[in-house]
């Protein structure tokens, strides 16, 4: 199936895989709060599945620690392709305040980089940065990947005048 | 216990048809935010002064600063910002502010990077770039002593400095 | 080939291996050949292209004295049955052609099983047909024994046949669990015997990122912070009291009044946290709905007093960072009037619905006695009659200028662990209430601080879940040395004595009453070896090699 096509049959309902690959669990209760009644993701159609395979986006946060690397690499092999996965967090997106640790990979980007060489495609990538990243970012990041809203952050250089 | 289990149910009913519907319409209606939320910060290039004070603050390493051949930039990476607002706690010029913006996310990881770039003042005594043209700029307005050592690099500096040290004890340099 | 020349050959064949063709029909031809032959003849016909269909043992004792074994293959290209009939004498061993044909090894343990042939081969495999608690010796399709015999003996008792140990492995991701932990549960039928984890999943090198050129002494709360997003201003605090023990800096009493504030703040949004997630796991949804929408109010309270949601900032050595004005200190009280009002109308209908009070009461009993020798801290002791608390036995921040109860229930059981938490709400409201009455006008954070190297302290700090406790030595600019004990470590050695025998079903939530935070703890591995009531502690290699036996 491609891209664009599931984005059009997912659009209506994601299910989502929760992923914790380390972190400090701070935004993992915020994605369980998104689900509680103030701020309701089920109104987009939005459920919590149990398996991997389920999973038509995957919510992954931590900075992917050197002994959870080897089951991340498994569960991502079990998600169905076109894979499309939320980056959540400061640990997702940049590896968090522990980014150059002995212990800790750097994050997702690092992790995509490692899954090529393991053969395994990530088609779609929304980073979510906060810290921990509020219930309505993350919403606001699920409803970007589907195209629901437009992004608003872009890449700005300012020089100073002197 | 069995009057419990019909007298329960009909508890819970009452409190849920009273409390009514809690749900807030974002993204479609405001989001729940209060006065003091944190998000995250926008640098005033019109202030900043280049001095890497909130570098050197930043628990994360989120502000970087790097030293190419004429300038110095000045990055922000929203990705690894952990929002604690130490650096507009410590910058010297208040160039830093803290927003209420937490709709960041994004699809490419260079959106999340922000730049401010400095000129580097070349040194009037050996002209190699050495410090950002603003920070000069603002420490002789707080000092105006320091004019004639304020165009030199360091080494240079050091060098006057141990020169003028020297011929007041009457070396012969 | 024809038909006709195929039973010419098979004829042939059997005449050649010394048995009969005992006759021919359209659709089969039956044969018996003698039963040391019989293992080459279905090897013959297996290579023809015939598959095996069934075998059916039979009771000719009344007919010839003996017992027979008919196995039946078919020629799928010809539509033609061949019954192969091999015989013997009661006791005679009959050859299995399992090996050669492995389609026949389940109707050949059937014909073991009721008739009580001896077929070679089959001895050693357990029971296939009858069920496991079968007298010996009584075959039910032998001629002479009715239809309808019962045996003696009590059918209803699960028999003591099948104490196999299954091992279940839950984890690192499993949809009950929030964090990647490794549990291997062995059970025997549903109870739980054994329990095997392998954790350490979070392990982000905090510790020695403290002693880094990148942190210092005024950057390091926010890395104690985020140890944990649960109780993270719970590890930022304990870290500045250490520190100020240490160096003996006088912090102002504002600071001391705002950092209670907050703490009791972060206890009562862990502990909502906590019955909604023990709601959940019992099946009550309703109950996790509500216990959150009842929380919410306090996550935008923490936010309004700090900044943040989760992860405050607002510590530094020394002090705290934000101050609260007379605005603030309304709003919160209204708040908190509101959060007591609707919690306590909630925790009525909790605390007496039967999905909860069923299934908790009586469930991972943790006697007194072992509580006391395994040091257990937090609502963990408090609900087996253990009086203690941090608070109140080593005061520390403003804790001394508020009055309050420590609920202490002794049944040990995961509704007294269920109440000591209820409780608790209830009494940390209070507390809040009374300190934002008296908080003192003043200073927040001390002007400036010396800090000199080689300095040990402890600081301790009540936790939602226990005692925190963390020890500093002084450095330069940074602590030497930074150790961090989190409540849940102390906690984990009693899930063993919790476990030992309860029904699989009881086991998450015994599991889950400990309010298990194991991006705090992941620092050792504890095998619990429930028959022998040992516990050691193993590192992580050795672990793997205890539980493989």
Not at chain 3, 395 to 423: C, I, Q, T, W
Not at chain 3, 430 to 452: C, F, H, M, N, T
Not at chain 3, 467 to 477: A, K, N, Q, S
Request: hydrophobic share 40%; glycine share 8%.
């Amino acid at each position: 199936m491609k891209l664009e096509e599931k984005l059009k049959s997912i659009r209506r309902s994601p299910w989502v895989f929760h992923l914790n690959s380390g972190s400090c669990n701070a935004c993992d209760i915020e994605i369980l709060d998104a689900l509680t009644p103030y701020f309701d993701a089920e109104r987009f159609g939005v459920k919590l599945v149990a398996s991997p395979r389920h999973a038509d986006v995957v919510l992954f946060t931590g900075p992917v620690t050197r002994e959870t690397l080897p089951k991340i690499i498994k569960t991502f092999r079990a998600v169905p392709r076109p894979r499309i996965v939320a980056a959540i967090g400061s640990c997702a997106v940049g590896g968090g305040i522990w980014w150059d640790t002995y212990s800790t990979m750097g994050g997702f980007p690092k992790l995509q980089e490692i899954l090529k060489q393991h053969g395994i495609e990530i088609d779609r990538v929304v980073y979510v940065p906060g810290c921990p990243a509020r219930p309505e970012a993350i919403i606001y990041g699920l409803l970007l990947a589907l195209g629901y809203v437009k992004q608003k952050v872009s890449k700005v250089v300012r020089v100073v005048e002197s | 216990m069995q009057v419990d289990r019909i007298s329960s149910p009909l508890k819970l009913l009452t409190i849920a048809l009273k409390t009514g519907r809690v749900t807030k319409k974002y993204p479609f209606g405001p989001p729940l935010l209060t006065e003091s939320f944190r998000g995250a910060i926008s640098i005033d290039p019109a202030k900043c002064w280049g001095c890497g004070a909130c570098v050197l603050v930043c628990p994360p390493n989120a502000l970087t600063m790097r030293f190419e051949e004429e300038r110095a930039v000045l990055e922000y990476f929203k990705g690894r910002c952990i929002f604690c607002g130490m650096c507009a706690d410590v910058c010297p010029a208040s160039a830093i502010t803290v927003t209420k913006e937490f709709e960041l996310a994004a699809t490419n990881l260079e959106d999340l990077k922000e730049g401010v770039i400095h000129r580097l003042s070349t040194c009037a005594v050996c002209g190699k770039p050495f410090a950002p043209a603003a920070e000069l700029r603002d420490v002789m307005k707080m000092h105006p002593i320091a004019e004639e050592y304020a165009n030199i690099c360091p080494e240079c500096r050091k060098k006057r400095t141990a020169k003028a040290f020297g011929l007041s004890f009457g070396a012969n340099i | 080939m024809s038909a006709g020349e195929v039973v010419k050959e098979i004829e042939g064949k059997v005449v050649e291996l010394g048995g009969i063709v005992e006759s021919i029909t359209e659709t089969a031809v039956f044969v018996e050949v003698p039963r040391e032959r019989v293992r080459e003849l279905a090897d013959w016909l297996y290579n023809s292209g015939a598959f095996l269909k069934t075998c059916a043992g039979v009771d000719e004792r009344s007919i010839n004295s003996k017992f027979a074994v008919y196995h039946i293959f078919g020629l799928d290209e010809k539509g033609l049955d061949v019954v192969v009939k091999i015989s013997g004498l009661e006791g005679e061993a009959l050859p299995s052609i399992a090996d050669a044909v492995p389609a026949a090894e389940w109707c050949e343990l059937e014909a073991r099983d009721m008739l009580g042939l001896h077929i070679l081969g089959h001895e050693a495999k357990p029971r296939h047909v009858l069920p496991q608690d079968w007298p010996e010796g009584v075959y039910p399709l032998r001629k002479d024994l009715s239809y309808d015999y019962r045996p003696s003996g009590n059918a209803e008792k699960f028999s003591e046949e099948l104490p196999r140990e299954v091992g279940l492995p839950i984890g690192p991701y499993h949809p009950i669990l929030h964090e990647p932990e490794y549990f291997e549960l062995y059970v025997e039928g549903e109870r739980v015997v054994d329990v095997f984890y392998r954790g350490f999943h979070v392990h982000r090198g905090i510790e020695k990122l403290a002693e880094s050129q990148r942190f210092t002494y005024k950057t390091i709360p926010f890395l104690a912070e985020r140890i944990c997003g649960i109780c993270g201003f719970v590890h930022s605090s304990c870290y500045v009291l250490a520190v100020e023990r240490a160096a003996r800096i006088e912090v102002p009493e504002r600071a001391q009044f705002i950092r209670s504030i907050v703490l009791e703040i972060e206890r009562i949004h862990s502990h909502l946290l906590w019955l909604g997630i023990a709601a959940h796991i019992l099946g009550y949804d309703a109950g996790f709905m509500h216990m959150w929408r009842i929380r919410e109010p306090i996550m935008l309270l923490a936010e309004l007093l700090t900044g943040s949601r989760k992860t405050y900032g607002i510590n530094i050595v020394g002090g705290v960072r934000r101050d609260m004005d007379e605005s603030k200190k309304k709003r919160a009280l209204d708040v908190l009037k509101n959060v007591r009002e609707e919690y306590k109308k909630f925790v009525e209908v909790l605390t007496a619905v039967p999905e909860i009070v069923k299934r908790a009461t009586g469930t991972g009993v943790l006697p007194k006695s072992d509580a006391r020798a395994l040091s257990v801290v937090g609502p963990t002791a408090r609900g087996s009659g253990l009086k203690r608390d941090v608070r109140k036995d080593y005061p520390y921040f403003a804790y001394k200028h508020s009055s309050f109860k420590v609920p202490v229930y002794s049944e040990g059981d995961n509704m007294a662990r269920l109440l000591v938490r209820v409780d608790e709400v209830f009494e940390s409201i209070s507390i809040v209430e009374q300190l934002l009455d008296a908080l003192p006008k003043g200073p927040i954070a001390v002007e400036s601080y010396e800090i000199p190297p080689l300095r040990k302290a402890v600081g301790t700090v009540e936790a939602p879940r226990g005692e925190d406790v963390h020890f500093i030595i002084t450095g330069h600019g940074r602590p030497y040395r930074w150790r961090v004990r989190a409540p849940t470590y102390q906690n984990i050695p009693a899930l063993k004595v919790m476990l030992r025998n309860t029904p699989l079903a009881d086991a998450f939530l015994t599991i889950a009453s400990i309010d298990p935070c194991f991006s705090c703890t992941d620092r050792a591995i504890v095998i619990r070896d429930v028959r022998s009531g040992s516990r050691r502690f193993v590192g992580l290699f050795e672990g793997r090699r205890y539980a493989s036996r």
